[in-house]
């Protein structure tokens, strides 16, 4: 299969993930991965897709476990040699109402939804090719201005997330001290907000800036970009179907990111709203709406 283009989709048996995997296979020229950590749920909803005339491939792909995320690299690696897209969709988010602890709902939604991914893309990185796209999908929990803390705690964390130094591993430090403080109780004093699904969000926002720094000084490929996106408030379990928008309508503006024309100048390493526009992560206020 040398020379046929890859893309893959995490958390692809439902809700955005799966519309975007239906996207993709009907304007993707190249072959589709829906991978799911569950092979059972995974491989009916490659079923249902085929049902509506698409042909995605399933593989098992589960970001909370690097034996997986390592398998996987192999597979692909022997299979087609490398990878030109990886949309990072999978993501867990605890309900209003839930009665575990906060920082076991901290533990858990970091490790996934900000480590989690993060192991997958060291992982993957390496097989990308030139003009390679990634998506991490974000949240409008996702935007700076969500870390709302206690001041002026908070005003300095968002500097250090917003820094054009940060590191991963400095990332990776704050996002390890708010699982240690929501433990311990006293992470709202430090500046972390009373969300976990913020604190994640923001997480990979901000490594989606680290990554295409990395990415611009990669001298072996050319033109790989990658994008943070919110893709609006939508109607899946996530949401408790809450949401007032359809998975195909949450699917836009991943899909574009995806989707984004050979040298592109923008967006590059932005944080990219449900219309498609470029938002201000650092300095401009969350925009209105879901």
């Not at 790989?224 to 809450?242: A, E, I, Q, R, W």
């Not at 699917?251 to 100048?265: F, G, Q, R």
Request: charged share 20%.
């Amino acid at each position: 299969m040398a020379g046929v283009k890859v893309a893959v989709v995490t958390g692809g048996n439902k809700g955005i993930g799966y519309a975007i995997t239906a996207g993709l296979c009907e304007r993707y020229n190249g072959t589709v991965y829906l991978t799911a950590r569950d092979e059972v749920r995974g491989r009916e909803a490659v079923a249902k897709l085929n049902k509506l005339g698409y042909k995605p491939l399933y593989h098992q792909l589960d970001i909370d476990d690097q034996g997986s995320i390592n398998r996987f690299k192999r597979f692909l690696e022997e299979t087609h040699g490398g990878l030109d897209m990886l949309v990072n969709n999978a993501a867990i988010a605890y309900k209003n109402d839930a009665t575990d602890p906060f920082g076991q709902q901290a533990e858990d939604t970091i490790r996934i939804n900000f480590f989690g991914v993060l192991n997958t893309c060291r992982t993957l990185f390496p097989l990308l090719r030139s003009h390679g796209r990634v998506v991490n999908v974000s949240s409008s929990c996702g935007h700076l201005s969500r870390i709302s803390g206690q001041e002026p705690q908070a005003s300095e964390l968002r500097a250090k997330l917003s820094s054009p130094s940060l590191t991963e591993e400095e990332l990776c430090e704050i996002m390890t001290n708010f699982v240690k403080a929501a433990k311990a109780g006293n992470h709202y004093e430090l500046g972390y907000p009373n969300s976990c699904y913020v604190v994640s969000k923001v997480g990979v926002s901000a490594l989606t800036q680290i990554q295409q720094r990395t990415f611009d000084n990669d001298t072996s490929r050319v033109d790989l970009v990658v994008n943070s996106v919110h893709p609006g408030y939508v109607d899946t379990d996530m949401t408790s179907h809450k949401g007032p928008l359809t998975i195909e309508e949450g699917a836009v503006a991943p899909l574009h990111c995806a989707l984004l024309i050979p040298d592109v100048k923008e967006p590059r390493g932005q944080y990219v709203w449900k219309d498609c526009s470029i938002v201000d992560w650092v300095n401009g206020p969350t925009p209105s709406g879901v």
